[in-house]
């Protein structure tokens, strides 16, 4: 077997596509995947041609991949072998954290790795001669996990198929025969995937809030749907600047804003559920003055203020000294559902420059803030 990409000087004995004995400048050597890693810098000589970048990047994407399966080879040994003691460490991830530095749940992914490879010698083999890449590798070991004896009798052809697959549609295959192999393993993976589902939601220091979470495949299938309908490229302004980061951000948003408005909230306290500020006056005219909060304390700018403001249930509260409450007035909506059903009639999606946003995803404003003395007519609100 010879180095990729590059030229021997010597003769290779044709005693297999995975082993030979090389005569060469260094000696007699058997090339076996391992020995090749150990040789690679010698046998590469100083290239006589000029490598075009795409085919110089292949062929180190090809060594990379082959690099790796040393590494996992040298791994099992190691683990095999029990080298850690030598270091006083108790176990050969702690040698991976304390040696290599990477995290416990990647020294923990490195070891079972190696260790699986240890166990299908066909799966190392076209690992090491990199005929499939480290994610292919993980989804062989995860197949033979499933059934051993199946996984025996279906190696090669697994082996084959990802190796001429993309990720995504090898991934694809391989699930697909899990399910074949085990169907009860399979129900009972789904159901482990359905209990981690998660998310937390919380406030930040800054006024920021911070979301992270994980969901089931078809849940998060209902997510992605549901954020792709609003961050479509086909149904936004081609020159808006925002990143995809920030759309999907602003759909979540929108998708929470329709529910509170037009969804099936439950009623407490009379009310449905909503997001109320408490605000100042002076503050909704634009200038800096307190209070000017959110209900849970937050504090906002006068600008956000009276972005919320303009299409919102207002209640009057007058404050007295040592901030007693002296009067509350009765709530009124800015924009009348009324008006709200003439606007969508007249303007029946978004009018702003390059948006055609359904009206049922956006609000009714006032072009001139009712603030600032603008009225509440349809000569005034527009929807955006």
Request: hydrophobic share 40%; aromatic share 4%; glycine share 10%.
């Amino acid at each position: 077997m010879g180095p990729v990409g590059g030229r021997v000087s010597g003769r290779v004995d044709p005693t297999g596509p995975e082993t030979g004995v090389t005569k060469g400048a260094w000696g007699r050597i058997p090339v076996t995947p391992g020995s090749y890693f150990r040789g690679m810098t010698t046998l590469r000589p100083a290239p006589t041609w000029i490598e075009s970048p795409t085919d110089e990047y292949l062929r180190l994407e090809r060594e990379r991949v082959m690099l790796e399966a040393r590494q996992a080879e040298l791994l099992g040994e190691i683990d095999a072998a029990e080298a850690f003691l030598d270091e006083g460490l108790t176990s050969t991830t702690a040698l991976l954290r304390h040696r290599v530095g990477v995290s416990a749940g990647e020294a923990a992914r490195r070891v079972a790795d190696a260790r699986g490879l240890r166990a299908q010698s066909e799966v190392a083999e076209a690992f090491a001669t990199a005929r499939i890449d480290l994610p292919r590798v993980r989804m062989l070991l995860e197949a033979a996990s499933v059934s051993a004896p199946l996984f025996a009798r279906d190696r090669t052809l697994l082996i084959d198929t990802v190796a001429g697959l993309g990720t995504g549609h090898a991934r694809r295959a391989v699930s697909y025969w899990i399910q074949a192999a085990d169907r009860h393993a399979a129900d009972a993976d789904a159901r482990h995937l359905h209990d981690r589902r998660h998310l937390h939601v919380s406030p930040t220091l800054g006024g920021m809030v911070r979301i992270d979470g994980e969901l089931d495949p078809d849940g998060g299938q209902v997510v992605l749907t549901a954020l792709r309908s609003l961050t479509d490229p086909a149904g936004l302004d081609p020159n808006d600047t925002r990143c995809q980061a920030q759309r999907r951000a602003d759909a979540l948003v929108d998708l929470c804003a329709d529910h509170l408005a037009h969804g099936d909230a439950p009623v407490t306290g009379q009310t449905r559920p909503q997001v109320s500020v408490i605000v100042s006056t002076h503050a909704l005219a634009g200038h800096s003055a307190d209070p000017c909060e959110f209900d849970d304390g937050t504090v906002i700018t006068p600008r956000a203020a009276r972005r919320v403001a303009c299409d919102a249930t207002v209640t009057r509260v007058v404050m007295g000294p040592g901030s007693q409450v002296v009067d509350v007035g009765r709530a009124t909506r800015t924009i009348p559902p009324a008006t709200r059903t003439a606007l969508v009639a007249r303007d029946r999606h978004c009018r702003r420059p390059g948006c055609e946003r359904p009206a049922r995803w956006c609000d009714a404003h006032h072009v001139i803030h009712w603030a600032d003395g603008g009225r509440t007519d349809l000569d005034n609100p527009s929807i955006g």
